[in-house]
Nanobody, 124 residues
């Protein structure tokens, strides 16, 4: 079993920064790929960023690279998402996901394990 718990969400104003965390427990082989997705009400779950521990490679949605940065912790099975210059369009529930392998790192359906999400609200 793999458990994922997100934290760090909240209400911020446009232009602010926020740092999300995801802590994974269980079999580390199942968290070789860890990613962030977000979903607004009535919308599909969209890819934000991901990291592959086997290649130490990061991936970003085209519209987010430069404002968002994903990283992995060393001593614990933890993933972070540093968000900068937040906009109202960034408001959503942010989910942490993990899997041993994925065919498409940006496809939510390819991930096996999911957290419950953390709400990010951005006001003007």
């Amino acid at each position: 079993q793999v458990q994922l718990v997100e934290s760090g969400g909240g209400l911020v104003q446009a232009g602010d920064s926020l740092r999300l965390s995801c802590v994974a427990s269980g079999r580390t082989v199942s968290t070789r790929i860890m990613g962030w997705f977000r979903q607004a009400p009535g919308q599909e779950r969209d890819f934000v960023a991901a990291h592959s521990s086997s290649t130490n490679t990061t991936y970003y949605a085209n519209s987010l690279e430069g404002r968002f940065a994903v990283s992995r912790g060393n001593t614990t099975n933890t993933m972070y998402l540093q968000m900068h210059s937040l906009e109202p369009e960034d408001a959503a529930v942010y989910y942490c996901a993990a899997s041993t392998n994925v065919r498409d790192i940006s496809r939510a359906a390819d991930y096996i394990h999911w957290g419950q999400g953390t709400q990010v609200t951005v006001s003007s």
